[in-house]
């Protein structure tokens, strides 16, 4: 958006873990390199500043605890782009007003919400039509590949999703997620574009981005109509109330604080972080207990 950023993050501490003492040191100088190329790309690191990182077991496991840490994600995130803007603007000081704010995805239920709240933001904040004319959204990035290669025509996107053609959206966990198909475990991606191969969604991404250009039509036209009966399995699947899904798209970031989920969901999380209670009025996602 014009003034802030939306994104829905997913730690992985598991992929971290399975990279060697090498990668770790590596993809940290890479992150904050001691010295920089005539371009301002990190140099390539030399053998005692990898030393420095891998010979030294507490800073190592700092390091390589930082790098699946969602804190210091954002840390590196909002410092380059307000770097990048106060060398633009020509001035010095602070660029973002304060800290980010997080709410835990507790279930996927609220994943699913959450992933077509963000995607629908320019549509809508009225800054576009369409999922497609919708700039700077991982929505729009899936359909630029798609539109591509004709993956959207396929029976599924699962295998393509996977591979490295994906110019536009490679750097995105891929949608789908398969426990017969995808092997256990981090899945690792060598491609160095995102963490792993593993899915978030039982949907795939036809799927996906068929409730989401629905879901846009109706915040677009303000009348919300019956949902497509092939669209319905969807959200039943995942133990979504029908009736209420453009309401909780519409509402998320209001209706959800610190944690987002069934009201199960979040009366554990309230428990784990020893509180009596998280706010959520009502039941907004509509999920009974199975």
Same mark, same amino acid.
């Given at each position: ?13 598991? &992929? ?6 090498d990668e770790v040191a590596r993809r940290w100088l890479r992150l904050?390199?001691?010295?920089? %190329? ?15 990182? =891998? ?24 410092? %380059?782009?307000?770097?990048?803007? %106060? ?5 010095? #000081? ?23 709240? &963000? ?9 576009? !039509?369409?999922? !497609? ?8 990035? =899936? ?17 393509? !999703? ?7 959206? #490679?750097?995105? *966990? ?12 981090p899945n690792l991606d060598d491609s160095g574009r995102r963490g ?24 677009? *036209?303000?009348?919300?109509?019956? +949902?497509? !009966?092939?669209?319905?399995? +969807? ?8 009736? #209420? ?8 970031? =209001? @209706? ?14 309230? @428990?784990?972080?020893?509180? %009596? ?11 009974s207990s199975v």
């Amino acid at each position: 958006m014009s003034s802030h950023a939306h994104l829905v993050l997913r730690s992985r501490p598991d &992929v971290v873990a399975a990279w060697s003492d090498d990668e770790v040191a590596r993809r940290w100088l890479r992150l904050f390199p001691k010295r920089r %190329n005539q371009d301002g790309s990190p140099a390539e690191p030399t053998i005692p500043e990898l030393d420095m990182i =891998r010979n030294c077991p507490e800073v190592l496991a700092e390091r390589q605890r930082r790098l699946s840490d969602v804190s210091w994600y954002m840390r590196c995130l909002a410092e %380059n782009i307000a770097r990048r803007s %106060n060398a633009e603007d020509e001035v010095r #000081g602070h660029f973002f007003e304060g800290r980010f704010r997080a709410q835990l995805l507790l279930d996927e239920a609220s994943l699913l919400a959450c992933a077509a709240y &963000v995607d629908l933001n320019p549509i809508r904040a009225a800054m576009a !039509e369409t999922p !497609e004319t919708s700039d700077f959204t991982g929505a729009k990035d =899936r359909i630029d590949d798609c539109r591509q290669s004709g993956s959207r025509k396929r029976e599924s996107t699962h295998d393509w !999703e996977r591979g490295r053609g994906r110019r536009h959206s #490679g750097w995105m *966990s891929p949608m789908e997620i398969d426990e017969q198909r995808d092997p256990v475990g981090p899945n690792l991606d060598d491609s160095g574009r995102r963490g792993s191969l593993k899915g978030f969604l039982s949907v795939s991404l036809e799927r996906y981005l068929e409730l989401l250009d629905w879901t846009g039509r109706q915040i677009r *036209s303000d009348k919300v109509g019956s +949902i497509p !009966e092939h669209l319905q399995p +969807i959200l039943t699947r995942i133990g979504l109330d029908t009736h #209420g899904w453009c309401d909780i798209v519409l509402k998320f970031g =209001r @209706v959800f604080r610190r944690a987002a989920g069934s009201p199960e969901h979040l009366a554990e999380e309230a @428990v784990r972080r020893d509180q %009596n209670w998280l706010c959520a009025p009502g039941n907004p996602l509509g999920i009974s207990s199975v």
